[in-house]
Nanobody
Framework: QVQLVESGGGLVQPGGSLRLSCAASGIIFSLNDMGWYRQAPGKTRVLVAGISVGGVADYADSVKGRFTISRDNAKNTVYLQMNSLRPEDTAVYYC??????????????WGPGTQVTVAS
C-alpha cells in the first residue's frame, strides 16, 4: 500500500533545467524525512538532497547552488528543481522516505526511479 512514484525525468541539454516530483501514498508524509538520491551506471547510489520533517534541507557538494529540494505536505509530494544541468548529472534519480522513531527502527521506502539524461 506504500508507494513513492517519481516523475519529471527526461532528456535535457547541458545548462537546462528539470523539475522532478515524488508523490507519496500510504505513509504519513508530514512525519517523514524525504530525500533524492541518484545512481549513474557503474556507480553507487548517493544522496543528492534531503529535507527533514522540519523543512531543513541539505545537499551534496556537487549540486549546491544548482538544485533545490522542497516539499508540499498538503500534496504529499517532494520536488527537486534542477538548474544548470551538467552531463555528470546523468543518472537514475530515486525518491526515499524515512520515518524516524525514538528507540525504534527507522522505516524507509524507495521509489522505482526516473531517468535523467543531460546531453547535447
Amino acid at each position: 500500500q506504500v508507494q513513492l512514484v517519481e516523475s519529471g525525468g527526461g532528456l535535457v541539454q547541458p545548462g537546462g533545467s528539470l523539475r522532478l516530483s515524488c508523490a507519496a501514498s500510504g505513509i504519513i508524509f508530514s512525519l517523514n524525512d524525504m530525500g533524492w538520491y541518484r545512481q549513474a551506471p557503474g556507480k553507487t547510489r548517493v544522496l543528492v538532497a534531503g529535507i527533514s520533517v522540519g523543512g531543513v534541507a541539505d545537499y551534496a557538494d556537487s549540486v549546491k547552488g544548482r538544485f533545490t529540494i522542497s516539499r508540499d505536505n498538503a500534496k504529499n509530494t517532494v520536488y527537486l528543481q534542477m538548474n544548470s544541468l551538467r552531463p555528470e548529472d546523468t543518472a537514475v534519480y530515486y525518491c526515499k522516505s524515512v520515518r524516524r522513531r525514538v528507540g525504534a527502527l527507522a522505516v524507509y521506502y524507495w521509489g522505482p526511479g526516473t531517468q535523467v539524461t543531460v546531453a547535447s
